[in-house]
């Protein structure tokens, strides 16, 4: 199984950055796509940034690009988050997710989770 751990979050005062980490263990020869989701109280759990494991192709949800930056390092198992210009609606728990397949926007389709980061962004 894979195991996935988020680092990185914190209080940032609006317009700040933050780079949260993901660090994925265990049988992750079997991780083909990485996602990026986030959850604030009294919403639903929603897409930030998806990118596949070899592939070049990253996708963005509409509230974040331009903003956000996801990358990868193989070698370390580990993807990131970029996060610049950071707004309060911003403020969430940060999930990471990994999936055997294609990089996909829909959270069902990811198999392994991480435990959440916070991050929360003041006005």
């Known amino acids: 199984q894979v195991q996935l751990v988020e680092s990185g979050g914190g209080l940032v005062q609006a317009g700040g950055s933050l780079r949260l980490s993901c660090a994925a263990s265990g049988r992750t020869f079997t991780m083909r796509a990485m996602g990026w989701f986030r959850q604030a109280p009294g919403k639903e759990r929603e897409f930030v940034a998806a990118k596949s494991w070899s592939g070049p192709s990253t996708y963005y949800a509409d509230s974040v690009k331009g903003r956000f930056t996801m990358s990868r390092d193989n070698a370390k198992n580990t993807v990131y988050l970029q996060m610049n210009s950071l707004k309060p609606e911003d403020t969430a728990v940060y999930y990471c997710?990994?999936?055997?397949?294609?990089?996909?926007?829909?959270?069902?389709?990811?198999?392994?989770w991480g435990q959440g980061t916070q991050v929360t962004v003041s006005s």
């Open positions: 997710a990994a999936r055997n397949g294609i990089a996909v926007i829909t959270s069902p389709s990811y198999n392994f």
